[in-house]
């Protein structure tokens, strides 16, 4: 392979001159730069990135790290992809790890993914999926920038250094859209023991109450995949005397296998019962009629991460203030009027 000394030998000039027309630093006249570039061209020389790196004790690289989520939803790819379009245009790579860790490990005890292990490797961390305050620990005592989705953070969310999506008050919003349209029987699906439809169940909670409205639903810590939950929530509401006339599911796959009950039992939708999810999940818009969701605006989240994580990169030490984003309710076709109780009541034995 062509060296640098080739390359300012075939041209005549001197090697800190062919740096500083590769690097496009100082001085050096049009005729000089055209040797260089032909003698770069002619002799196939390319640059050691590697090198270039080390000497600016830069890895130019960030981890995408995933924490304690079995799989890669399409949500997390959306964020994934944002991102990198982000860090590519500040030409630094982007790497992803999956990283599972107890919530009750001392910061010592955690087994770092072996990315972390190497001091320097990475530059930066935006942390995805169920993270602890350990972790976090660990980063800041390496003074190592990260950039968090604190969403599914247990506990209360730092005042710096955290992108939020407000599903809480979104949930709130979509109750009262589903009041709006007449119904009072408006039933939540969804496991409470997890921290993230336990804040939307709060929302929807606070919509209720302000109405003088019972809540209902199905909250149970059932191990299931969350098709099959949906599902088995869906059987359970429908033995209700009188059964909700709206379900809204915690997610979209929640709503989905509401979806497939329903459907089983020829319950139209949303003629009989309506139902929203949360996520706007780009796989679920096969569903006829559309289904009515939250969209969190992934991209976006993926988007200002990205950009939190620079700000921190580009100044050690620095904090960025945490920041939360709205979401915004998709109204679609599987929400309607609240039916007749009469026809609710015939349809329901039928």
Known sequence: MATIVDVA??????????SRVLNGSGY????????????????????????SRLKSRSSRTILFLLGNRDGFNPMHMR???????????????LIFARHEY????????????????????????????????????????????YALLANDLPGPTPPHNCILYDDRTAMDEATCY??????????????????????????????????ALP???????????????????????????????????????LAAGVWKELTKRRIAIPGQISLMGVGDRVEYLVLEPALTSISVFADQLGE????????????????????????????????????EPRVMALRMSS
């Open 9 to 18: 030998r075939r041209a005549g000039v001197s090697v800190a001159t062919v």
């Open 304 to 339: 200002r991460l990205a950009t939190m994580l620079l700000s921190r990169v580009a100044g050690p030490g620095a904090s960025v203030p945490t920041e939360t984003l709205p979401c915004k309710l998709m109204e679609r076709a599987s929400c309607g009027p609240r039916p």
């Open 79 to 93: 964020l994934l992809m944002a991102c990198e379009r982000v860090f590519q245009a500040h030409r630094y790579d």
């Open 28 to 51: 050096a006249d049009p005729a000089t730069r055209t040797r260089v570039q032909q003698a770069v061209a002619d002799l196939g020389y390319q640059r050691n990135i590697h090198w």
């Open 102 to 145: 107890p919530a009750a490990a001392r910061p010592p005890e955690l087994v770092l993914p072996s990315v972390l292990q190497q001091s320097g490797a990475v530059d930066g961390v935006v942390l995805a999926g169920v993270h602890y305050p350990n972790l976090l620990g660990v980063l800041e005592k390496r003074k190592l920038p």
């Open 215 to 253: 809540t209902s639903g199905v909250f149970e810590n059932w191990t299931l995949a969350n098709h099959d939950y949906g599902q088995l929530a869906a059987a359970q509401l429908l033995k209700e005397k009188p059964a909700p006339t709206a379900i809204i599911a915690g997610n979209d796959e």
């Open 178 to 211: 589903l009041q709006r349209l007449g119904h009072r029987r408006i039933a939540y699906v969804g496991n409470r023991t997890l921290v993230w439809f336990e804040r939307r169940f709060q929302g929807y909670q606070a919509a209720m109450e302000r109405h």
